[in-house]
C-alpha cells in the first residue's frame, strides 16, 4: 500500500497546470455551460480547424480589438474527469462573438 500511495504521488506531483494561448479564432461555439467548440484559422494556410474545450471556470472578457480577432486562454489542471479544475478565458469583442 505504501509503494502505491508514492508512486501515486510521483505520477501526480509530476503532472503540472499548463497554460496555452489559442488564436486567431474565428468563431467560438457554445455548446454547454462548460464545453466550447473554437474555430481556430491556421495563419499560413487559412484552413479552419475546431478545437473542443472543456473547462470548469469560463471567463469572458471584452478586450479583443474592434478590428482584431478574437482569442482564448486555456489553463489545464491535472484531473480525473475531462476539464475538472481547468479554466478558460475568452477575449472577445462583444458576446456576438460566441453562438
Known amino acids: 500500500?505504501?509503494?502505491?500511495?508514492?508512486c501515486a504521488l510521483?505520477?501526480?506531483?509530476c503532472a503540472g497546470t499548463t497554460r496555452s494561448v489559442?488564436?486567431?479564432?474565428?468563431?467560438?461555439?457554445?455548446?454547454?455551460?462548460?464545453?466550447?467548440?473554437?474555430?481556430v484559422r491556421d495563419p499560413a494556410t487559412?484552413?479552419?480547424?475546431?478545437?473542443r474545450v472543456y473547462a470548469d471556470e469560463v471567463e469572458i472578457v471584452f478586450d479583443a480589438p474592434v478590428d482584431?480577432?478574437?482569442w482564448a486562454?486555456?489553463?489545464?489542471t491535472p484531473g480525473e474527469l475531462r476539464g475538472e479544475g481547468d479554466r478558460?478565458?475568452?477575449h472577445v469583442r462583444s458576446l456576438r462573438d460566441i453562438e
Open 88 to 90: 478558460l478565458i475568452l
Open 46 to 51: 487559412g484552413t479552419l480547424s475546431p478545437k
Open 68 to 70: 482584431g480577432s478574437v
Open 22 to 39: 489559442i488564436s486567431p479564432i474565428d468563431r467560438i461555439v457554445m455548446k454547454d455551460a462548460d464545453a466550447f467548440v473554437l474555430m
Open 1 to 6: 500500500m505504501r509503494k502505491f500511495a508514492l
Open 10 to 13: 510521483c505520477v501526480f506531483g
Open 73 to 76: 486562454e486555456h489553463v489545464d
